[in-house]
């Protein structure tokens, strides 16, 4: 059974930064690709950032510059560092594990509960 767990919401001030984690147990975490998903109130699902089992990495045009995102297969962990904040970027942020890298949520098949990101303004 694959278990997938984010940490590392908050409220935290436009311009500020936050890390979120992310552990996945229950598969060979090294040969997975992890993505970081949101959801935005009246909104729906969107890409953030994924990785592959390699480490090449892929963002969202709105998060390019902003965030990183980083694996530590040792820890079976994927990291989100997320600088420079905006209001907008609130939402709850979900981690989720695929066997192929991609931006799209059909590709990953088993998903955290969320974490909620919380920006103000």
């Known amino acids: 059974q694959v278990h997938v767990v984010e940490s590392g919401g908050g409220l935290v001030q436009a311009g500020g930064s936050l890390r979120l984690s992310c552990a996945a147990s229950?598969?060979?975490?090294?040969?997975?690709?992890m993505g970081w998903f949101r959801q935005a109130p009246g909104k729906e699902r969107e890409f953030v950032a994924a990785?592959?089992?390699?480490?090449?990495?892929y963002y969202a045009d709105s998060v390019k510059g902003r965030f990183t995102i980083s694996r530590d297969n040792a820890k079976n962990t994927v990291y989100l560092q997320m600088n420079s904040l905006k209001p907008e970027d609130t939402a709850v942020y979900y981690c989720?594990?695929?066997?192929?890298?991609?931006?799209?949520?059909?590709?990953?098949?088993?998903w955290g509960q969320g974490t909620q990101v919380t920006v103000s303004s």
């Open positions: 229950g598969r060979t975490f090294s040969t997975y690709a």
């Open positions: 989720a594990t695929s066997r192929v890298v991609g931006g799209t949520s059909e590709l990953y098949d088993y």
């Open positions: 990785i592959s089992w390699s480490g090449g990495t």
